[in-house]
């Protein structure tokens, strides 16, 4: 489960477009943020995708990912050309193919490495789910199989995409626009598949041609209610169009940070799912946000505010550049077992933080928004610098995110735990999974 959203130029403060995403996995299935370096492919040579081989292009681009640790896919990124992409899990009436194919994580970095426009992108998609379909259990540890909607951007386009299974619409952004883990677009779109309209009144989802809504007409009852995509893509919708012509970076990452109440406390339900989501007891709650990503798409230079670990309320935003990633040290890629990446090691402070979180975040929450509003101003002011200095300071918050979480970690250890029984028996769960002790 996740959310996508996106301010375009027109919308924003300075008429920079801007993205944002939270990546809802589950607890124990790690993310971490990944380089990968333009490239140049032999003639008929083959890409080995999550679980199928398509063939390669001659040239792909360099790439900055966020993504799970098990797939070739990814959540979110960014490419060299200032493209940037993220998608979402979306439920219908027509079953999700759980045969071995596309993943829509696997079709995102497809597009990011084949692509250069926003437009670019979606036919990229749209051909490879054409032509390859898309399937196969989507997560790890576990059997869940879905399609896929998209937002794609750049500084001057945006595109929202939605699918099911090969059947696709697709819509061009104007100011603001969000998705969720439900379908969106109803009855009006610039692009669909030819059959998208006919296979509904076909198959008895929709009466006739005139009364078609592909949000309503194609969306399953299970997953799309209890999912609460609906409820969350209205929260971020809202915010997003209160702020349309003020959308900030700032603005952003609140929205990403977003729970439904002012004294939220993710023990207290067993079924409340927010934008900022918190694993807990019972099927609903099975996911975390395990990993968040802004990014402020000036067409000069991006910069990608990425946290590279889970909850972005306990959680520190930090800049990167496309041209300044290559001679970064990003650490080790994480697994689904606790060790010394970027990802575990935040985990110790988010889920020390969990067991009271009402008074355990105000421990570290105002120094948490103090460090980042410094590295915001501090990458806004070098963007003309060179590619090393950038690095250089993209590497120093790292340093200093990770110096300064060691200490939030031992000051909320201070604050008494409160502990439930069936959120501790559900987080005992997960520890135990990641080899992580209480």
Excluded at 85 to 104: D, Q, R
Excluded at 283 to 309: C, E, H, W
Excluded at 396 to 404: D, I, N, P, V, W
Aim: glycine content about 6%.
């Amino acid at each position: 489960m996740c959310d996508t959203l996106i301010a375009t130029k027109l919308a924003t403060t300075n008429n920079i477009a801007i993205f944002g995403k939270n990546s809802d996995r589950p607890p124990n299935e790690s993310q971490h943020i990944a380089y990968f370096p333009a490239a140049q492919h032999p003639a008929g040579s083959s890409l080995k995708c999550t679980y199928i081989e398509i063939p390669q292009v001659e040239k792909t681009n360099a790439v900055l990912l966020s993504k799970p640790f098990w797939m070739w896919g990814a959540e979110m990124g960014v490419n060299e050309h200032g493209l940037v992409i993220g998608n979402e899990a979306v439920f219908s009436k027509i079953p999700a193919n759980k045969k071995p194919a596309m993943l829509g994580m696997d079709m995102l970095r497809a597009a990011l490495e084949r692509a250069v426009t926003a437009r670019e992108a979606l036919q990229v998609i749209i051909d490879l789910l054409e032509e390859f379909g898309q399937g196969g259990n989507c997560t790890y540890g576990e059997k869940l199989y879905y399609h896929n909607s998209f937002i794609i951007a750049n500084a001057e386009d945006a595109w929202v995409l939605e699918t099911v299974d090969k059947q696709w619409a697709a819509r061009q952004i104007k100011d603001v626009y969000s998705i969720s883990n439900c379908l969106t677009i109803k009855d009006q779109w610039d692009m669909a598949s030819p059959d998208l309209v006919e296979l509904a009144v076909k198959k008895g989802f929709s009466k006739s041609r005139q009364s078609f809504d592909l949000a309503k007409d194609y969306s399953d009852f299970l997953f799309t209610n209890f999912g609460k995509g609906r409820n969350r893509r209205a929260t971020t919708f809202s915010v997003l169009g209160e702020q349309k012509g003020k959308v900030s970076l700032e603005a952003m990452m609140s929205t990403l940070r977003h729970h439904n109440a002012e004294n939220f406390d993710p023990q207290n339900s067993v079924t409340e799912v927010a934008v900022c989501m918190h694993a807990g007891f019972g099927p609903i709650r099975v996911s975390q946000t395990t990993a968040s990503m802004v990014v402020y798409l000036d067409k000069n230079n991006p910069i990608i505010f990425a946290t590279g670990t889970s909850a972005p309320c306990t959680s520190i935003f930090k800049p990167f550049w496309m041209d300044a990633a290559s001679s970064l040290n990003l650490g080790p890629a994480p697994t689904h077992r606790t060790d010394s990446s970027l990802y575990w090691t935040h985990e110790k402070l988010h889920r020390a933080t969990l067991l009271n979180y009402p008074e355990r975040i105000k421990t570290y929450a105002a120094e948490r928004d103090e460090m980042e509003k410094r590295f915001i101003q501090g990458a806004l002011k070098l963007q003309s610098a060179s590619a090393k200095t950038r690095a250089d300071f993209t590497d120093q918050c790292l340093t200093e995110s990770l110096a300064a979480e060691a200490e939030w970690l031992k000051r909320v250890k201070l604050v008494p735990a409160r502990k439930t029984f069936l959120y501790s028996l559900a987080w005992n769960g997960f520890n135990k999974k990641a080899g992580m002790r209480g």
